[in-house]
């Protein structure tokens, strides 16, 4: 069992040689390909590592037990040692998403519901907020707009990570089980006879993007610029400002008002554009050459309507993954760890099953 991961000990050597060689720093772009790389490959071989040495002491422990019956006892904490390292180092060659340690770009969009639709896209907003500020991650709200009553007709936010990002614990390797139509129920604070409504918010959540990552040719973009509104359309100022950038090519759109500066708001809209565009680029890839992708992550996908909030009885429920709790405030608060947990490990399951 295992006998490919010997490969993989030999190329985590070679890693480590080239990264102790000062010329290889010299160039910058391959020398975070090689550690990024290193990264990934260092839990696997401590795992190997600590899987080989633990079938060899069993071996030890069974040959000193059949001198010594007290010996017994540590064969059988061996062996199920042995078992939970087996699980750990399959989990580990899950084959992954090569997104993962990339920071993303969450969009909040109200959908049917009207206003309450808006505040509710504001709660969302705010769970994902603190959520952030629990596990460190770095947050900045690029562009929203605002609806009459507090909430939000749409939102985009930029989501970082920061430091050193252990494996499977990246932005998109956690927020991407987000992506899908979120619905709440419960009483309107606009509602004066107490029924529970229905209403809907949609979140969309892509990678973000370097410029690396997406090509884009200027002669393809469309750009318009106008005057910044606010709720209710009243003016914000006086100047065009505003920044609407069309990708030609793909119809794709992306806009910016939130900054004083027309400048200002064209990188941003340029920034939001191109993980729109990277996220197209990768779900065309999956089409051409993952149908078996597919059905691996069906479980979680993302154009599912995937959960409810209800608030008359605290509950939340994920209908991909048949997850329910009922600390729904809890889990508005930020506390999202298990929502998430139960899509990671649904998502690992359908992959092992797989491979």
């Known amino acids: 069992m295992f006998e490919a991961v010997e490969e993989l000990v030999g190329e985590h050597a070679d890693l480590?040689?080239?990264?102790?060689?000062?010329?290889?720093?010299?160039?910058?772009?391959?020398?975070?390909?090689?550690?990024?790389?290193?990264?990934?490959?260092?839990?696997?071989?401590?795992?190997?590592?600590s899987w080989k040495q633990t079938g060899d002491d069993i071996d030890t422990a069974r040959e000193l037990a059949a001198d010594d019956p007290d010996f017994a006892a540590e064969v059988k904490e061996l062996e199920a040692r042995r078992e939970e390292l087996t699980e750990r180092l399959r989990l580990l060659l899950v084959p992954r998403d090569p997104s993962d340690d990339k920071d993303v770009i969450l969009e909040i969009k109200a959908g049917a519901g009207g206003d309450e639709s808006a505040l509710f896209a504001g709660d969302l907003l705010r769970m994902y907020l603190r959520y952030a500020e629990r596990v460190g991650w770095k947050t900045e709200i690029i562009d929203a707009t605002e609806s009459e009553l507090g909430g939000y007709k749409d939102v985009q936010v930029?989501?970082?990570?920061?430091?050193?990002?252990?494996?499977?614990?990246?932005?998109?390797?956690?927020?991407?089980?987000?992506?899908g139509v979120h619905r709440v129920q419960r009483v309107p604070a606009t509602e004066s006879q107490g029924r529970i409504h229905t209403s809907a918010a949609g979140v969309l959540v892509t990678p973000e993007a370097e410029e690396v990552d997406v090509e884009i040719n200027p002669n393809d973009l469309r750009i318009d610029v106008y005057r910044s509104s606010g709720p209710g359309?009243?003016?914000?100022?006086?100047?065009?400002?505003?920044?609407?950038?069309?990708h030609l090519p793909t119809g794709v759109v992306a806009s910016c008002q939130n900054e004083k500066s027309q400048l200002q708001n064209k990188e941003q809209a340029l920034r939001i554009l191109r993980s729109r565009l990277l996220a197209i680029a990768q779900e065309e890839a999956e089409r051409e050459a993952a149908d078996a992708r597919r059905s691996q992550v069906r479980t979680v996908d993302r154009s599912e309507k995937i959960r409810t909030y209800n608030f008359p009885e605290n509950r939340i429920s994920?209908?991909?993954?048949?997850?329910k709790a009922y600390n729904l405030d809890q889990v508005l608060d930020g506390d999202l760890d298990a929502v998430i947990q139960a899509c990671v490990d649904a998502d690992s399951a359908a992959k092992l099953a797989a491979a």
């Open 158 to 179: 930029a989501v970082k990570a920061r430091g050193q990002i252990e494996p499977g614990q990246g932005v998109w390797a956690r927020m991407k089980y987000e992506g």
């Open 16 to 49: 480590e040689k080239q990264l102790a060689d000062p010329a290889v720093h010299a160039d910058q772009a391959n020398a975070r390909r090689l550690n990024k790389r290193y990264a990934e490959l260092t839990p696997v071989i401590a795992a190997y590592r």
């Open 318 to 323: 994920d209908h991909r993954v048949g997850f």
């Open 233 to 246: 359309g009243q003016s914000v100022n006086t100047t065009d400002s505003a920044v609407r950038i069309t």
